[in-house]
């Protein structure tokens, strides 16, 4: 029980921290994925337990890859959540033009969309090989995919952009991979 008490604790700290550091990026609300050392400072400030730090001060996050790409996920689904939220309430007043509420509606199902190719890029990926996990994260002109993988081939990442092409078009494809941390 008391595992599970810390573990409900960080969770909701990870997502206090990601909500913050969403609102206060520079990068007009694009989600960016947080780099290990970052990851690590961000947790260290908040989470306090599951973090321990070597004789220099260095210090060694405890949080798991899977937990990461859950927040992230999460995070990415609230503000979607929100911002489709946003949109609905735009087509259902009566103070916008039918030029706006179009537009409203076109950006709503984009998001469906992106949601749905997401997802399938992300099962397509799995099947393919042996990852743990996959996170694509699909932008206006960008598709974000990180891999949980000690290590990417060439080949490997080919093939990732080309399955992220055949589905999302033309866009530009980012892979990166992601150790799992033990």
């Known amino acids: 029980m008391k595992k599970q008490t810390v573990w409900l604790l960080t969770m909701l700290s990870l997502l206090i921290v990601l909500s913050v550091y969403y609102m206060t990026s520079p990068d007009n609300g694009e989600m960016a ?3 290990e050392d970052e990851w690590a400072e961000i947790t260290s400030e908040t989470a306090g337990e599951g973090v321990e730090t070597t004789g220099d001060g260095t210090v060694i996050s405890q949080i ?11 995070d990415m689904k609230n503000q979607r959540d929100q911002l489709q939220e946003q949109l609905s309430e735009i087509v259902t007043s009566s103070e916008f033009t039918t030029t706006e509420k179009n537009e409203a509606l076109e950006k709503i199902e984009t998001i469906k969309s992106n949601q749905s190719k997401e997802s399938i890029i992300e ?26 993988a000690d290590e990417l081939s ?29």
């Open 64 to 74: 798991s890859t899977d937990e990461l790409f859950s927040a992230i996920r999460l």
């Open 33 to 35: 994925f947080i780099q």
């Open 154 to 182: 060439k080949t490997e990442t080919n093939q990732i952009i080309q399955m992220v092409s055949d589905e999302f078009g033309q866009k530009q494809v980012q892979v990166q991979f992601q150790p799992a941390s033990e």
């Open 123 to 148: 099962n397509t990926i799995l099947a393919s090989a042996s990852y743990d996990d996959v996170l694509v994260r699909a932008e206006d002109d960008v598709v974000h995919v990180t891999v949980k």
